[in-house]
Nanobody
């Protein structure tokens, strides 16, 4: 069984920074693409940032230049560094990992439990 545990959310003032972490544990053989999504109240979940195993990144336009996704393969952990936060960044943030477990031929989708980020003065 695989579990993703997120941490790092909270309340921050506009212009501030936060770093989200997402640690994967369990019967993991390989981790493929990883990503962060967010869902604001009353809105659909949107992709914020993605990172391939080859190091290619993709960001939604609204966070380009402010957010950075990274991964520590040795720790099976991904991060989202968020700088210059704006009230519009307020949402529940979810991590996503595409994981192959030991003994499995295929990869499956796994999600974190979500962490609240609130940007407000």
């Amino acid at each position: 069984q695989v579990q993703l545990v997120e941490s790092g959310g909270g309340l921050v003032q506009p212009g501030g920074s936060l770093r989200l972490s997402c640690a994967a544990s369990g019967n993991i053989l390989n981790i493929g693409i990883v990503a962060w999504y967010r869902q604001a109240l009353g809105k659909q979940r949107e992709l914020v940032a993605a990172l391939t195993t080859g190091g290619t990144t993709n960001y939604v336009d609204s966070v380009k230049g402010r957010f950075t996704i990274s991964r520590d393969n040795a720790k099976n952990t991904i991060y989202l560094q968020m700088n210059s936060l704006e009230p519009e960044d307020t949402a529940v943030y979810y991590c996503y990992n595409y994981i192959q477990t030991s003994g499995a031929y295929s990869y499956n989708h796994y999600w974190g439990q979500g962490t609240q980020v609130t940007v407000s003065s």
